[in-house]
């Protein structure tokens, strides 16, 4: 295999599509982020890595609580619309149905997944800010479990890669195998 080299700003691995409540003026505001990810067991902490410039940081430092919800593939194009237009130009409060757990973070009940989370931290780098969170609450619908745990298959989520020629969006594929599992079966063999 010839190893070429590339683009460094490539990241090509699937990110998940999470979009970020917050309330900036006493409004309702949401933005599309696939910069996330989970960064401590526990205190279970989250980080949603969001552009300096965007609307969204002035209702994270206003209130300090966002909330992180997971879109299934139906709401492709609604959050495809909220990551290409900024609240500062388009009205995005009354696109999805809102309910409030115990932070003033908004939540979107037609999401698989919602959390809220108490800002812990801010990381400041160039041109993005690590928006580090502590989940407060976190709601899952009952119809997407499956004895007792959170079905995935269900869940139906939306999947991002962005270093293709197009940035793309993808749904779940097939299962290849159970994690902290399958990699036993290479004990039994002599390798
Ligand atoms: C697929 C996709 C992924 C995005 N990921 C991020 C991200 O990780 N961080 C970020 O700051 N903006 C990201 N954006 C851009 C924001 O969602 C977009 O600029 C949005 O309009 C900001 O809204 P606001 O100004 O109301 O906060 C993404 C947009 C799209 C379409």
């Not at 809102?98 to 400041?124: D, R, S």
């Not at 939306?158 to 994690?179: Q, V």
Request: net charge negative; glycine share 6%.
């Amino acid at each position: 295999m010839t190893k070429i080299k590339v683009d460094q700003k490539y990241s090509p691995y699937q990110m998940p599509s999470v979009i970020i409540g917050t309330i900036v003026d006493e409004k309702p505001n949401f933005m599309l982020c696939t910069w996330v990810s989970r960064v401590n067991r526990n205190p279970p902490t989250w980080m949603a890595s969001i552009n300096r410039k965007h609307y969204t940081m002035r209702g994270v430092r206003e209130n300090n609580v966002f909330s992180m919800n997971f879109p299934p593939t139906e709401l492709v194009r609604v959050a495809d619309y909220i990551g290409t237009n900024s609240g500062r130009d388009v009205d995005k409060s009354t696109l999805f149905s809102i309910f409030y757990g115990e932070t003033k973070a908004p939540m979107i009940k037609e999401c698989i997944f919602n959390m809220e989370l108490t800002v812990t931290e801010i990381i400041e780098l160039q041109d993005h800010f690590i928006v580090l969170g502590e989940a407060a609450t976190s709601y899952i619908d009952e119809e997407n479990m499956t004895d007792n745990k959170p079905d995935m298959k269900l869940m139906n989520p939306i999947i991002y890669t962005g270093a293709e020629k197009r940035p793309t969006y993808w749904m779940l594929g097939e299962k290849l195998g159970d994690a902290f599992q399958i990699g036993k079966e290479l004990d039994r063999q002599e390798v």
